[in-house]
């Protein structure tokens, strides 16, 4: 079946710095889906990538869909200590549900 | 709009007994999805409904079920409660029968068995 792994599964960033986590599918997404999870409460939706290649930018955070469509990476800049959380992600497998990534936790450090 | 509610909100049961949990959708939604999130396994499809019908159901044993009434509210029960069932435990709700569109997550009820 389809797998959806993340890396790098833990993130210490000083706080300014920039990072990035990955997501990759063992199958071709119809999208890709990408999720925070502040400690202690609940997955929210920041943002879905529908097109090949496609690019979305979020303030600090730009989402980007690859050429293959089987993976996707989240990249933060300028971290800040609010940017704490896992960052999920998510595709429909063939049947339409969502598979979720391991996450990636990230702590930042003043 | 209000969101997702999920009760209870915790819940502390022992070996053997059964549970109910219950999850509100977002009013509108019409598609709910059940969750389970362990630290070890991350987030597992449980099960997800649409207009009272089950729709996809993810690797778990039949001790997990779930339903959905005409209002669109889910409830789902675990029976014969094992140790390994503690997990926090979400229910989302989305504006469509499919996992296309975003999942708006609920706060979620924190099972333990002890």
């Known amino acids: 079946g389809q797998q959806v792994m993340q890396i790098p599964q833990y993130q210490h960033v000083q706080e300014g710095e920039d990072f990035t986590t990955y997501c990759n599918s063992s199958?071709?997404?119809?999208?890709i889906q990408w999720y925070k999870q502040r400690p202690g409460g609940h997955p929210v939706f920041l943002i879905q990538?529908?097109?090949?290649?496609e690019v979305k930018k979020q303030k600090r955070l730009t989402f980007q869909f690859g050429e293959a469509k089987k993976n996707s990476s989240l990249h933060i800049t300028a971290t800040q200590t609010t940017d704490v959380g896992t960052y999920f992600c998510?595709?429909?497998?063939?049947?339409?549900?969502?598979?979720f990534g391991a996450g990636t936790q990230v702590v930042v450090t003043p | 709009k209000a969101g997702v509610t999920q009760t209870p909100r915790y819940l502390i049961k022992t070996r053997g007994q059964q549970v109910t949990l219950s999850c509100s959708p977002i009013?509108?939604?019409?598609?709910v999805s059940w969750y389970q999130q362990t630290p070890g396994q991350g987030l597992q499809f449980l099960f997800e409904?649409?207009?009272?019908?089950?729709?996809n159901k993810g690797n778990f044993p039949g001790r997990f079920s779930g339903r959905q009434f005409s209002n669109s509210r889910s409830e789902m029960n675990v029976s014969t409660l094992e140790l390994g069932d503690s997990a926090l435990y979400l229910c989302?709700?989305?504006?469509?029968?499919?996992?296309?569109?975003?999942?708006?997550f609920g706060p979620g009820t924190r099972l333990t068995v002890l």
């Open positions: 989302a709700s989305g504006s469509s029968g499919n996992s296309y569109n975003e999942q708006f």
């Open positions: 199958t071709t997404l119809s999208n």
């Open positions: 409904y649409f207009s009272e019908t089950q729709r």
């Open positions: 998510a595709g429909p497998d063939s049947w339409g549900k969502l598979q």
């Open positions: 009013s509108g939604h019409r598609s």
């Open positions: 990538l529908v097109k090949s290649g």
